[in-house]
């Protein structure tokens, strides 16, 4: 039982995956009590979310060490954050909270903290935003999983 437990961490781990997979996995092919998967779930992706932030200045420091990768970083952050300001003066935290509470292909933990990262949101907000943005991730798809809407196909490929 503790290694179905451990698949769910480790399928939430996943960049592309997150919380889109484990979920419906723990409900339909581990046939686990959908509340103690939801926890799970929950409680891992919150996990990978600081842990990306706080290793993201590192791993940034280290690619950009090579002269290609740091011009093309200088200039992808520079369009980034002139794309984004507005929103970001807006809105804030919530707004990454949002991005990563939207369960679809190219949201999550992993690019919240990214966008997180080059907004310079102070890691106590991105606290915020990653806590609420993954609740709100987990409700949706749990809601989904539990409701046995045909939407649910988005999320879990049949075989």
Same mark, same amino acid.
């Given at each position: %039982?503790?290694?179905? !437990?451990?698949?769910?961490?480790? #399928?939430?781990?996943?960049?592309?995956?997150?919380?889109? /997979?484990? *979920?419906?996995?723990? +409900?339909? *092919? @581990?046939?686990?009590?959908?509340?103690?998967?939801? %926890?799970?779930? *929950?409680? $891992?992706?919150i996990g990978v979310?600081?842990?990306?932030?706080?290793?993201?200045?590192? #791993? +940034?420091?280290?690619?950009?060490?090579?002269?290609? +990768? $740091?011009?093309?970083?200088?200039? !992808?952050? /520079?369009?980034?954050?002139?794309?984004?300001?507005?929103?970001?003066?807006? !809105?804030?935290?919530? $707004?990454? /909270?949002?991005?990563?509470? #939207?369960?679809?292909? &190219? @949201? &999550? =933990?992993?690019?919240?903290?990214?966008?997180? !990262?080059?907004? &310079?949101?102070?890691?106590?907000?991105? %606290?915020?935003?990653?806590?609420?943005?993954?609740?709100? $991730?987990? =409700?949706?798809?749990?809601?989904?999983?539990?409701?046995?809407?045909? #939407? @649910? @196909?988005?999320? +879990?490929?049949? %075989?």
């Amino acid at each position: %039982m503790w290694l179905e !437990y451990l698949k769910l961490t480790w #399928i939430t781990f996943i960049p592309t995956l997150e919380l889109r /997979a484990s *979920i419906p996995y723990g +409900i339909f *092919i @581990s046939h686990l009590p959908w509340l103690k998967v939801f %926890m799970v779930c *929950i409680i $891992a992706n919150i996990g990978v979310g600081i842990v990306v932030y706080i290793l993201m200045d590192f #791993i +940034i420091k280290v690619l950009t060490t090579f002269a290609p +990768i $740091a011009k093309w970083w200088q200039n !992808y952050v /520079a369009r980034t954050q002139h794309r984004i300001q507005r929103g970001v003066d807006k !809105y804030g935290e919530w $707004a990454v /909270a949002v991005f990563i509470g #939207i369960p679809l292909p &190219g @949201s &999550g =933990v992993y690019t919240g903290a990214l966008a997180a !990262y080059l907004i &310079g949101l102070k890691f106590r907000k991105f %606290m915020v935003a990653n806590i609420f943005g993954v609740l709100i $991730a987990g =409700v949706i798809v749990t809601a989904i999983c539990l409701t046995g809407s045909g #939407i @649910s @196909s988005i999320f +879990i490929k049949r %075989m």
